[in-house]
C-alpha cells in the first residue's frame, strides 16, 4: 500500500534529480509544510537515529519536509529499519528519498519495498539529441514562449550543461515580462553575448551592447548582477585556473585567457567599485549607468588602468 506523504526520486543526473525535488518541495510548501531537515547518506555523522528521530511528533509539532539524499545503498540491517520507519511515518511529516547513481537499484530489496510504498519517479537520462526538447519543456515550465531563435541560442551557449541551461532560463525569466521572449526583438537577451564581448577585449562591441540594454531600460539590479559575477568568476580563475563554471567550453576558455592577463588587485579594486556603486545606487547618489559603463571600459581595456600590460 503506498503512503501519501513518502516520495522517492532515483537517477544518475544530480542536477534533474534536485530539480524534481525542488517541484515536490514547492506542492508540499502549498500544503504549509513550511519546516524541512536535511540528511546526507555520505557526511561522515549521518546516522538512521537520527533521521528517525525526525519522526518524533508533540502536541505542538509542525509539519515538516525530511529529505534524505542517498548516495550509497543501504546495507542489509539499516535498510530493515528505514523500511520500518517509512511504513509508520507520521502524518504530519512528508519523507523525500533522492537515490543518486546506485549501481543495480532496481535488484535491491530496500528498494523494492519502498517503491511499494512510495510516489517514485524516475529521472531518465536526457541525450544530446534530446536537450533542445528538455530547454523547451522547462522554459514551458517557467511560463516563458521563447522563439526558435532564441531557444537554439540557448542550446548552442549551453552545449548539454542542465545547470547553464537552467540559468539561462531563469535570467530570461527576470529580464522578461512579456507573452512572447524573442531575441530577435528584445535586446535585453544581449547581455548573454557581453561576456564574451568583455573576455575578449571588445570595447566597441561591449558598449554598443550596454548601450541597448540602458536603451532598453534593463533593470539595474540584473546589470550589477552580470558584473559582479563576471568579476567573481574572473577573481576565482585567478586564484585556481582549475576552477569551473556553467557554460561553453569557448566562454570557460575566453575567462582563463582574460584573468592570467589581470593583476589580481585590479580586479579586487574593481569589485570594491562595483560594491560602491551598488551601494551609492541604491541611496539615489549616483548615476548609475554612467558609473557601470566606466567600469565595464575599465575591465574591457585593463591595459590603461592596470599596472601589469595587458
Not at 70 to 86: M, Q
Not at 94 to 102: A, G, H, K, R, T
Not at 165 to 192: G, R, V, Y
Request: net charge neutral; proline share 3%.
Amino acid at each position: 500500500m503506498k503512503v501519501s506523504n513518502i516520495y522517492t526520486i532515483h537517477g544518475t543526473e544530480p542536477f534533474l534529480i534536485e530539480l524534481k525535488r525542488d517541484e515536490i518541495i514547492q506542492d508540499l510548501r502549498k500544503k504549509e509544510y513550511f519546516l524541512r531537515e536535511i540528511f546526507f547518506s555520505n557526511d561522515s555523522s549521518f546516522k538512521l537515529e537520527n533521521l528517525f528521530k525526525e519522526n518524533e511528533t508533540s502536541l505542538f509539532s509542525e509539519r515538516k519536509i525530511i529529505d534524505l539524499r542517498l548516495n550509497s545503498s543501504l546495507t542489509k540491517d539499516s535498510s530493515e529499519s528505514f523500511i520500518d520507519f517509512c511504513r509508520h511515518l507520521s502524518e504530519d511529516n512528508s519523507l523525500i528519498v533522492s537515490i543518486n547513481n546506485i549501481e543495480r537499484l532496481a535488484t535491491k530489496k530496500w528498494f523494492k519495498e519502498i517503491s511499494n510504498i512510495s510516489d517514485v519517479t524516475e529521472i531518465k537520462k536526457i541525450y544530446p539529441n534530446q536537450f533542445r526538447n528538455w530547454v523547451i519543456q522547462q522554459s514551458k515550465k517557467n511560463f516563458l514562449d521563447l522563439d526558435i531563435e532564441t531557444i537554439n541560442l540557448i542550446v548552442e551557449k549551453t552545449q548539454g550543461n542542465f545547470l547553464a541551461a537552467m540559468q539561462e532560463i531563469k535570467f530570461l525569466k527576470a529580464l522578461n515580462s512579456s507573452e512572447k521572449t524573442s531575441i530577435s526583438e528584445n535586446s535585453d537577451f544581449e547581455i548573454f553575448n557581453l561576456s564574451d564581448s568583455i573576455l575578449n577585449d571588445d570595447i566597441d562591441m561591449s558598449l554598443k551592447i550596454f548601450r541597448n540594454l540602458q536603451n532598453k531600460k534593463t533593470a539595474e539590479p540584473i546589470i550589477l548582477w552580470f558584473l559582479f559575477r563576471e568579476m567573481e568568476r574572473l577573481i576565482l580563475t585567478k586564484q585556481d585556473p582549475n576552477s569551473n563554471f556553467p557554460g561553453p567550453r569557448t566562454y570557460l576558455d575566453s575567462l582563463k585567457r582574460k584573468s592570467s592577463k589581470l593583476e589580481l588587485s585590479f580586479m579586487i579594486n574593481l569589485k570594491k567599485e562595483l560594491a560602491k556603486l551598488d551601494r551609492d545606487f541604491k541611496m539615489g547618489r549616483s548615476d548609475f549607468w554612467s558609473t557601470s559603463e566606466k567600469i565595464l571600459i575599465k575591465l574591457c581595456n585593463p591595459q590603461f588602468f592596470s599596472r601589469k600590460p595587458a
